[in-house]
């Protein structure tokens, strides 16, 4: 009888048999956004909207749209840091309902979408260095159970995230100054801590009288530093160099390097081939001569492109910025510099201008005034 009917099915004509291919639902629908009229944007406001949409309804039907929605808005509200949003954003999945009950389940990631959108959120925890705790721990134990990926995911947040946040030498705060003058000191002060005799002077370009950008200056420079320059020859011009950029978490402070002489190389006259007077060395039987390179004694401010013999961050960072500052070091204990030719080398605009990023990068402009 079966067969009967399979054999019929098989010679009914084309035109009787309805074939409808799939649609994808991939279409233009407009989604509820609770967190575009809100009047005020704090943390309160936003926790608010969580709780609504949590009232709303028992089954919390579109739940994974609206967690993706709310983590797009974070730092529109100023919760992207803050470890409370984001569990109050896993609190909104629903609990005991995607754990999976055997180990197929559990390999072949039962619930894909909603463990993709949990994932998703520890991953922004992660690029905004927000570490989670026990607490969290729990409540992705509950909804995903012990086998779930995001469980997984927190596991290994938990051991990395510690010895990152450790591992850094220059601990900053965990909020960082609005203050660009203040952002500025800390940044010269982590980038001048290799030389603990460095000394951190704030000055304003309006001690100049032909200074047009009215502006501050954060010079670092150590008494060594001093040394250095004074030792540079009146024949060869110091280079400013930069701009380079020095991450405080993130922000980025802009600074320049006034660089002197190269260090000389070490030179060794001795003939390696002649054997007419080798020597033991005392304490390694059986080992003649030495390979030892001659040492030569230079400070960490000597490297091989140049010596730095000052550092400093302005307010602008454009040219007459800089010229100031070179002015500056002049009037506080460098008065060689009146001798001395200096070298702009900016390849940044010469006024604090933000460049986009579809603009070309300007060629770098070479400009040599003797101060």
Same mark, same amino acid.
């Given at each position: 009888?079966?067969?009967?009917?399979?054999?019929?099915?098989?010679?009914?004509?084309?035109?009787?048999?309805?074939?409808?291919?799939?649609?994808?639902?991939?279409?233009?629908?407009?989604?509820?956004?609770?967190?575009?009229?809100?009047?005020?944007?704090?943390?309160?406001?936003?926790?608010?909207?969580?709780?609504?949409?949590?009232?709303?309804?028992? !089954?919390?039907?579109?739940?994974?749209?609206?967690?993706?929605?709310?983590?797009?808005?974070?730092?529109?509200?100023?919760?992207?840091?803050?470890?409370?949003?984001?569990?109050?954003?896993?609190?909104?999945?629903?609990?005991?309902?995607?754990?999976?009950?055997?180990?197929?389940?559990?390999?072949?990631?039962?619930?894909?979408?909603?463990?993709?959108?949990?994932?998703?959120?520890?991953?922004?925890?992660?690029?905004?260095?927000?570490?989670?705790?026990?607490?969290?721990?729990?409540?992705?134990?509950?909804?995903?159970?012990?086998?779930?990926?995001?469980?997984?995911?927190?596991?290994?947040?938990?051991?990395?995230?510690?010895?990152?946040?450790?591992? #850094?030498?220059?601990?900053?705060?965990?909020?960082?100054? =609005?203050?660009?003058?203040?952002?500025?000191?800390?940044?010269?002060?982590?980038?001048? #801590?290799?030389?603990?005799?460095?000394?951190?002077?704030?000055?304003?370009?309006?001690?100049?009288?032909?200074?047009?950008?009215?502006?501050?200056?954060?010079?670092?420079?150590?008494?060594?530093?001093?040394?250095?320059?004074?030792?540079?020859?009146?024949?060869?011009?110091?280079?400013?160099?930069?701009?380079?950029?020095?991450?405080?978490?993130?922000?980025?402070?802009?600074?320049?390097?006034?660089?002197?002489?190269?260090?000389?190389?070490?030179?060794?006259?001795?003939?390696?081939?002649?054997?007419?007077?080798?020597?033991?060395?005392?304490?390694?039987?059986?080992?003649?001569?030495?390979?030892?390179?001659?040492?030569?004694?230079?400070?960490?401010? =000597?490297?091989?492109?140049?010596?730095?013999?000052?550092?400093?961050?302005?307010?602008? #960072? #454009? !040219?007459?910025?800089?010229?100031?500052?070179?002015?500056?070091?002049?009037?506080?204990?460098?008065?060689?510099?009146?001798?001395?030719?200096?070298?702009?080398?900016?390849?940044?605009?010469?006024?604090?201008?933000?460049?986009?990023?579809?603009?070309?990068?300007?060629?770098?402009?070479?400009?040599?005034?003797?101060?």
């Amino acid at each position: 009888m079966a067969a009967r009917i399979l054999k019929t099915f098989l010679r009914a004509r084309p035109s009787i048999i309805t074939i409808k291919r799939f649609e994808s639902n991939e279409k233009n629908v407009t989604l509820y956004d609770p967190f575009v009229n809100k009047p005020q944007k704090d943390k309160k406001t936003y926790l608010e909207a969580i709780k609504i949409f949590e009232t709303r309804d028992t !089954r919390r039907r579109g739940h994974v749209e609206f967690i993706y929605a709310a983590l797009a808005r974070m730092k529109e509200f100023g919760v992207h840091k803050d470890l409370e949003a984001y569990k109050a954003l896993v609190d909104v999945l629903p609990k005991g309902r995607f754990i999976p009950t055997n180990i197929f389940q559990a390999e072949f990631m039962h619930y894909p979408k909603q463990q993709q959108c949990a994932v998703d959120l520890l991953e922004q925890m992660e690029d905004n260095g927000v570490m989670p705790d026990s607490e969290m721990e729990q409540m992705l134990l509950n909804i995903f159970g012990r086998r779930g990926i995001p469980l997984r995911k927190f596991w290994r947040m938990m051991y990395w995230m510690p010895k990152f946040k450790n591992l #850094s030498p220059w601990l900053l705060p965990e909020k960082l100054p =609005e203050d660009t003058l203040e952002l500025a000191k800390m940044a010269i002060q982590r980038i001048t #801590s290799v030389d603990p005799e460095v000394k951190l002077d704030v000055w304003q370009t309006e001690e100049i009288e032909a200074s047009l950008d009215k502006t501050w200056v954060v010079s670092a420079q150590s008494e060594v530093q001093k040394v250095l320059l004074a030792e540079q020859p009146s024949d060869i011009a110091l280079v400013v160099k930069g701009p380079f950029s020095v991450y405080m978490k993130d922000q980025v402070v802009t600074y320049f390097t006034l660089i002197g002489k190269t260090r000389p190389e070490p030179k060794d006259d001795k003939d390696i081939d002649d054997v007419s007077d080798l020597q033991k060395p005392l304490g390694i039987p059986g080992f003649i001569g030495s390979t030892k390179i001659p040492s030569v004694k230079c400070s960490v401010h =000597e490297q091989d492109d140049g010596t730095i013999v000052a550092v400093c961050a302005t307010g602008t #960072s #454009s !040219r007459d910025s800089l010229l100031s500052w070179i002015r500056l070091l002049e009037k506080y204990g460098n008065p060689l510099l009146s001798e001395i030719p200096v070298i702009f080398t900016l390849s940044a605009p010469s006024s604090d201008i933000a460049v986009q990023e579809t603009q070309p990068a300007k060629q770098e402009e070479t400009t040599k005034v003797n101060t």
